[in-house]
């Protein structure tokens, strides 16, 4: 069983058991072949092994010169440390697939800087049509996109099966998340982040609606060792690694949240009452602290999205 953590910092990940500093990145082993790269924006996931390296995102742009040499670093390590028998095994870097979560500038904003490598970069369709209309050159886009709600990027890649989910209206209306199937790894892109409260979009297709939607579809995913903690690891948007009871605890808080402000609408109270009633307030020292994505700000998302869905007009 994997042991809770209660604060999470990129100092404390790098004195933690098994994490190390790569390039100013840190990298934390997750699970077999499976890392975490953070400090680059939004968290990466790394798949990597004898058949290549498979990213999940490609963060922000401000680190996106420092991922590639991070990843290569850790591919190198990986083979390294093959049995002898393994050793004659191809040992060229190549990065094969970079998977998508959001179109968001943290998750999409390095795509342009790890184009050269030439990798594959899956995503949403809807992905691709919002950074198009936002005027991102094409370096910057994805070059495979998908359709519906799943596709399998790889029956068998570095011993993976790997499907892109798509969670929609969550965030955004392109949201996915990666479930790599025989380590048990769920990377849930922006729709899980514990750091924050969830940052729901309505001018790009979120609600709270489908945020609470998508919390439940991994809950349906994941699976717990004993005493609902353990088993299947997540890879959250920001932070450490979970756990399915962390994941359970967040989607508990984001569906109170819902049903105060919902109560609320209900009451016909404006969108000024409902901030002065505070229905954050129990989480707020936690997931409160961003001053990017404040609780006003999330209030005013959930109210904005609950008023949409009733027809009411927004005050």
Not at 72 to 92: E, G, I, N
Not at 212 to 225: G, I
């Given at each position: 069983?994997?042991?809770?953590?209660?604060?999470?910092?990129?100092?404390?990940?790098?004195?933690?058991?098994?994490?190390?500093?790569?390039?100013?990145?840190?990298?934390?082993?997750?699970?077999?072949?499976?890392?975490?790269?953070?400090?680059?924006?939004?968290?990466?996931?790394?798949?990597?092994?004898?058949?290549?390296?498979?990213?999940?995102?490609?963060?922000?742009?401000q680190r996106s010169a420092d991922v590639i040499p991070a990843v290569q670093r850790l591919f190198r390590d990986v083979l390294s440390k093959r049995a002898p028998s393994d050793r004659d095994a191809p040992t060229r870097f190549r990065l094969r697939y970079v998977l998508t979560t959001s179109g968001l500038p943290e998750h999409a904003g390095g795509i342009a800087a790890v184009a050269a490598s030439q990798p594959v970069v899956v995503a949403h369709e809807n992905v691709l049509a919002r950074l198009s209309d936002e005027g991102v050159p094409t370096a910057g886009l994805p070059t495979l996109t998908y359709f519906g709600s799943i596709m399998k990027v790889s029956?068998?890649?570095?011993?993976?099966?790997?499907?892109?989910?798509?969670?929609?209206?969550?965030?955004?209306?392109?949201?996915?998340?990666?479930?790599?199937?025989?380590?048990?790894?769920?990377?849930?892109?922006?729709?899980?982040?514990?750091?924050?409260?969830?940052?729901?979009?309505?001018?790009?297709?979120?609600?709270?609606?489908?945020?609470?939607?998508?919390?439940?579809?991994?809950?349906?995913?994941?699976?717990?060792?004993?005493?609902?903690?353990?088993?299947?690891?997540?890879?959250?948007?920001?932070?450490?690694?979970?756990?399915?009871?962390?994941?359970?605890?967040?989607?508990?808080?984001?569906?109170?949240?819902?049903?105060?402000?919902?109560?609320?609408?209900?009451?016909?109270?404006?969108?000024?009452?409902?901030?002065?009633?505070?229905?954050?307030?129990?989480?707020?020292?936690?997931?409160?602290?961003?001053?990017?994505?404040?609780?006003?700000?999330?209030?005013?998302?959930?109210?904005?999205?609950?008023?949409?869905?009733?027809?009411?007009?927004?005050?």
């Amino acid at each position: 069983m994997r042991p809770l953590l209660v604060v999470c910092c990129l100092g404390f990940w790098i004195a933690s058991l098994g994490a190390q500093e790569s390039g100013g990145l840190v990298v934390e082993p997750v699970r077999d072949n499976i890392y975490l790269l953070a400090g680059a924006g939004a968290n990466i996931t790394v798949s990597a092994g004898e058949d290549g390296v498979v990213v999940v995102d490609a963060g922000g742009t401000q680190r996106s010169a420092d991922v590639i040499p991070a990843v290569q670093r850790l591919f190198r390590d990986v083979l390294s440390k093959r049995a002898p028998s393994d050793r004659d095994a191809p040992t060229r870097f190549r990065l094969r697939y970079v998977l998508t979560t959001s179109g968001l500038p943290e998750h999409a904003g390095g795509i342009a800087a790890v184009a050269a490598s030439q990798p594959v970069v899956v995503a949403h369709e809807n992905v691709l049509a919002r950074l198009s209309d936002e005027g991102v050159p094409t370096a910057g886009l994805p070059t495979l996109t998908y359709f519906g709600s799943i596709m399998k990027v790889s029956q068998w890649l570095n011993g993976e099966g790997i499907e892109l989910l798509h969670l929609p209206a969550a965030i955004t209306d392109g949201d996915s998340v990666v479930h790599f199937r025989r380590a048990d790894v769920i990377s849930t892109g922006a729709i899980f982040d514990i750091t924050q409260y969830p940052g729901i979009d309505l001018a790009k297709g979120g609600s709270i609606q489908g945020e609470v939607a998508a919390l439940n579809r991994l809950l349906e995913l994941v699976v717990a060792d004993a005493g609902s903690e353990g088993g299947t690891l997540i890879v959250p948007a920001h932070g450490r690694i979970c756990d399915v009871a962390e994941l359970s605890n967040y989607r508990n808080m984001i569906t109170m949240v819902r049903d105060r402000v919902d109560d609320m609408v209900k009451k016909k109270m404006t969108l000024a009452q409902v901030k002065s009633a505070k229905p954050t307030e129990d989480w707020d020292a936690r997931f409160g602290r961003n001053a990017k994505w404040t609780p006003d700000m999330f209030v005013e998302a959930v109210y904005g999205s609950l008023v949409k869905g009733d027809g009411r007009a927004a005050k």
